[in-house]
Structure formats: structure tokens, C-alpha cells
């Protein structure tokens, strides 16, 4: 039986294989910040809210945004245009999960948790050690998942 508001969101309804637990409550908690951004704003994305000014403060300082709303759109873009999420569960069992929604052309990395909530946004660097890289270093577990079509559309409505 899958949950009603799994059905609400669209879970099943075209994809043939569930995604687990984890990958589907980032979506899930994702989707449904993405539904308050209006009215509450892009802060309201973020798990730790009072990080996001850190976090754009570090991208200007090392020339990677512009400003606060450069930041807020290549973030947002990346939404908009997912086709997969990597989860990492770690060894260490005091560590949360983390998830990185992947933008098709690899640009930028959003990293979520578990919860949906953004924990920081970044630009894809190739000559550093990618997200999945440094996890599968640290032995830690990392699985990629399809996202389905249908989910697919509704974070491109929802962050275009």
C-alpha cells in the first residue's frame, strides 16, 4: 500500500520501482518547501536557515555568484532540472544522510537533507573531489536514483 500522500505526490504512479525510504523523504520534503516558496521565500529552503547568508557570503568571497540572488537561481536551477539524486549513507551511524540533487549538466550541486532542506549549493568543480568521491573514500555507502518523469516535471514547475 503506498502512502497517500505519496500517491498525492505522484510516487508509483510512473515509476515501476519505488525509490527507498531516504531518496523519496528528500523529494517528498523538497517538493513540499518548493510548494512555500513563494510565501515564504528562498530561506525558508534551507535546513538551517541561518546558514544561507554564510553560504552566500562564501560563494561571493571565492567569485562563484554575484550576489544573494544569483545564488538563490543557480540553486533553484538545479531543481528545476534533476534527472537523478545520490544518497550516501554513512558508516558512521551518527552522521545523517545526505542527498545531492544533480543538475544534467553538472554545474552546480545542491546537497539536501534528509528532511529536503538545502544545506549548502555549490558549483561542480572537476579537478576536486566530487561529493560521491569523497564518501565512496571514506567507505561510507552511495547509491543513485532515477528520478521519475512525473517528479521530474513537478520540480521543473515548481522551480522554474
Known amino acids: 500500500m503506498v502512502h497517500p500522500a505519496r500517491v498525492a505526490l505522484g510516487w508509483g504512479i510512473d515509476n515501476p520501482v519505488m525509490l527507498p525510504e531516504i531518496p523519496q523523504k528528500m523529494l ?23 546558514s544561507l547568508q554564510r553560504h552566500v557570503k562564501r560563494r561571493v568571497n571565492k567569485g562563484e555568484i554575484v550576489d544573494a540572488d544569483d545564488y538563490q537561481q543557480k540553486t533553484l536551477a538545479v531543481f528545476a532540472q534533476a534527472d537523478r539524486i545520490v544518497t550516501v549513507i554513512p558508516t558512521n551511524k551518527m552522521m545523517h544522510s545526505t542527498g545531492k540533487v544533480a543538475m544534467m549538466n553538472g554545474e552546480w550541486v545542491v546537497l539536501l537533507s534528509e528532511n529536503g532542506g538545502i544545506v549548502t549549493s555549490y558549483p561542480f568543480i572537476p579537478e576536486i573531489l566530487s561529493f560521491e568521491g569523497r564518501h565512496k573514500r571514506d567507505g561510507d555507502m552511495v547509491n543513485e536514483y532515477k528520478i521519475s518523469n512525473d517528479i521530474r516535471t513537478r520540480l521543473a514547475n515548481l522551480f522554474r
Open 28 to 50: 517528498d520534503g523538497l517538493i513540499d518547501r518548493g510548494t512555500r516558496l513563494q510565501s515564504d521565500g528562498f530561506i525558508s529552503m534551507w535546513a538551517d536557515a541561518a
